[in-house]
């Protein structure tokens, strides 16, 4: 389900003008959008997915940047810098920059409890975002 009119200008306000005004901007909300639950997070998708368009349009400035991965190094003497890895597998990737590491704080606070009753299960095998009672 795509964003209402609404929800967009709701996420705009969230991001840094470079981003909100980025000619990338559409297709940053389009690869957030599969990575951001909206059944997940509920109330908080739009926070949720302005830090993954965030996270993203980083990821993108350190790669322009030619950089590979987070700072791992640094020395002054003969100015060297070292990198982590860039691979992303799971949810690695998120801890490269701020917007990804809140929202991975954003995820575990909404990550469902064992023992939580009368709840929803959300969507389906085919990731929609389908609401059923779990009763």
Do not use: W
């Amino acid at each position: 389900m795509s964003l209402t009119p609404q929800e967009r200008d709701e996420l705009v306000t969230y991001l840094d003008d470079k981003v909100a005004n980025s000619p990338r901007l559409e297709a940053l909300i389009k690869g957030a959008e599969l990575r951001v639950g909206r059944c997940y997070f509920g109330k908080a998708f739009v926070y949720a997915l302005s830090l993954m368009v965030q996270h993203k349009a980083a990821l993108l400035e350190m790669a322009s940047g030619g950089v590979a991965g987070p700072v791992t190094s640094k020395r002054e003497g003969d100015l060297s810098v070292g990198y982590g890895t860039g691979g992303s597998s799971g949810n690695n990737d998120l801890s490269n920059t701020v917007f990804g590491q809140e929202y991975l704080e954003l995820l575990e606070q909404y990550s469902p409890r064992p023992g939580v009753t009368g709840g929803v299960l959300c969507g389906g095998l085919d990731g929609g975002d389908a609401f059923r009672p779990l009763l």
